[in-house]
């Protein structure tokens, strides 16, 4: 058991160190989720005080379209070095491979979350200190990760894998969306706790049952 | 008999729709044949060959 | 097996038959007008059973994807695939049908209710799965691919119900289907949804076959010709 973790670990210390040198998948991420941040304010006509009922929508989908962005790179350094072929060979069960992939995008899409949450704050006038949101960030990119890490793998290994990516995510996630939104929206309001409980429910119960799933069937799916 | 034309469209979709896909596989069946065709002269031209 | 399936295709061939003549009878001449509505409330006797037909199908999908994961045969893959073609089939008459019954009775056509929204992520789901096998680099990986897709897909159904309900429970915009089922109704609709079974399973035979064949006549190509 320990020595699965460890080896969890070393596929994440790999991928956080070249990230850290690269910065190149947070640093794509972040500037396409603020670019959306920016053009669905203007579809929506921000001015028109329509802010607070779109608010949590438009944070969501700058999130999610950014996560589909990132969670596209995750494999593709594998891909392009035949990494992938290397990491196969070694003895080790595929899901520690899954976990070790998933920790990274996981740190990944939160390092993103926890930088453009306060920029869209401040675009909508929110309050900038709002740990319950920090809560449903934490567990909806949870849910994303899980699925994006199983079919990022899965795309890669198609011919068209850029398009297949989102065409495979998006709707498996449309749960945890609605969801992290209804969550979202009495935090930015301000409304008590139980408004949301039913909604983290949702999403933690979505987390665990993607959890469960894509580490049984990633084997298939990097297989050769 | 309000709506008739409604009824109507739903009704004709289905059938179509199911008619199309009925219309693909037989496409496919003719695709099919005419490989299994063209297998068997390759076939016949080699054991006449050989 | 496919001696077997034939066999009974003559028999299905047959039921699948009377059964759709015995629905439309039904719905056009035996059950009577509804009186809220009037009588394009009918298309609800298609347009259930097919909805039912979708679920149905992409549950042999699920079944069948974790068959060809365990067994590796291009039979249940050829199963699963041919059920996910006649499951998208169904699901899209769903989304045209519903519409076309929604207009004239309530006024609208779309609504964001925990059925029809199924229906939608449903199809593009299985949508997914077809383009998977037809941008895989090769059949095999194409099976294994959508096999993953069938299964966390069909997972992801009750999921999406449960969630787009508790969100639209919540914003009672939703429509509710007024009156219950009167008998007759109840049996026009059950023939109904016997008769579009059996037309699935039919379409589903005859696909699966035909992709067997495709599977087989490559194969012996290869081997002539390689």
Redesign the interface.
């Known amino acids: 058991m320990n020595k699965s973790f460890v080896k969890v670990l070393t596929v994440f210390r790999k991928d956080i160190l070249a990230e850290l040198r690269t910065r190149e998948i947070v640093v794509s991420v972040l500037v396409f989720a603020l670019l959306v941040l920016v053009i669905f304010s203007f579809a929506f006509d921000m001015g028109a005080g329509m802010g607070e009922t779109v608010a949590p929508g438009i944070l969501w989908v700058a999130l999610t379209f950014g996560g589909v962005i990132g969670f596209n790179r995750i494999f593709a350094m594998e891909k392009e070095n035949s990494r992938l072929e290397g990491l196969m060979l070694c003895p080790v069960d595929r899901a520690v491979i899954y976990w070790g992939k998933l920790a990274g995008s996981f740190t990944f899409m939160l390092a993103v979350a926890v930088i453009i949450t306060p920029v869209f704050l401040v675009l909508f006038n929110l309050p900038l200190l709002l740990p319950r949101l920090a809560l449903v960030i934490v567990l909806t990119v949870i849910g994303f990760a899980a699925v994006g890490t199983l079919f990022s793998a899965l795309a890669i290994n198609t011919r068209a894998r850029d398009i297949m990516l989102p065409i495979l995510f998006l709707p498996i996630v449309v749960p945890v969306i609605v969801a992290a939104v209804k969550a979202t929206a009495p935090v930015l309001a301000g409304a008590p706790w139980a408004d949301m409980l039913t909604w983290l429910q949702v999403i933690i119960a979505f987390d665990i049952i993607y959890l469960v799933v894509a580490t049984l069937v990633f084997e298939f799916v990097i297989e050769e | 008999m309000e709506n008739l034309g409604y009824l109507f469209a739903a009704y004709t979709v289905i059938w179509a729709i199911v008619f199309g896909y009925i219309l693909f596989m037989q496409r496919n069946q003719r695709r099919l044949q005419r490989q299994i065709n063209l297998l068997q002269e390759s076939i016949d031209k080699t054991e006449n060959d050989g | 097996m496919n001696i077997k399936r034939s066999l009974r295709n003559n028999g299905l061939l047959e039921l699948g038959f009377v059964l759709m003549i015995a629905a439309l009878y039904m719905v056009f001449l035996y059950v009577p007008t509804e009186k809220h509505t009037?009588?394009?409330q009918?298309?609800f006797y298609?347009?259930v059973p097919?909805a039912w037909v979708s679920f149905l199908a992409f549950f042999v999908t699920f079944i069948f994807s974790i068959l060809y994961?365990s067994k590796r045969e291009m039979k249940w893959d050829a199963i699963a695939c041919a059920s996910a073609?006649?499951g998208v089939?169904f699901t899209?008459?769903v989304l045209?049908?519903g519409p076309?019954?929604g207009?004239?009775v309530w006024g609208i056509w779309w609504t964001w209710d925990a059925r029809l929204t199924t229906s939608l992520?449903l199809w593009?789901?299985y949508?997914?799965y077809l383009?998977?096998r037809g941008?895989?680099?090769e059949p095999a990986?194409g099976a294994?691919?959508s096999?993953?897709?069938g299964?966390?897909?069909f997972?992801?159904v009750p999921?999406?119900f449960?969630?787009?309900n508790?969100?639209r429970t919540?914003h009672p915009t939703t429509i509710i289907f007024e009156g219950g089922l009167t008998t007759p109704m109840l049996v026009t609709l059950l023939v109904c949804i016997a008769a579009f079974t059996v037309?699935y399973v039919l379409?589903t035979i005859?696909?699966a076959n035909?992709k067997s064949?495709?599977t087989a006549?490559k194969r012996?190509?290869s081997m002539?010709?390689g």
């Open positions: 009037g009588i394009v009918r298309i298609f347009h097919v994961l073609e006649a089939i899209t008459l045209i049908t076309i019954w207009k004239p992520v593009l789901i949508v997914a383009l998977v941008f895989a680099t990986r294994r691919f096999a993953v897709v299964i966390v897909g997972i992801d999921l999406v449960l969630t787009v508790l969100w919540q037309l379409l005859q696909s035909l064949l495709d006549l012996l190509k002539h010709t």
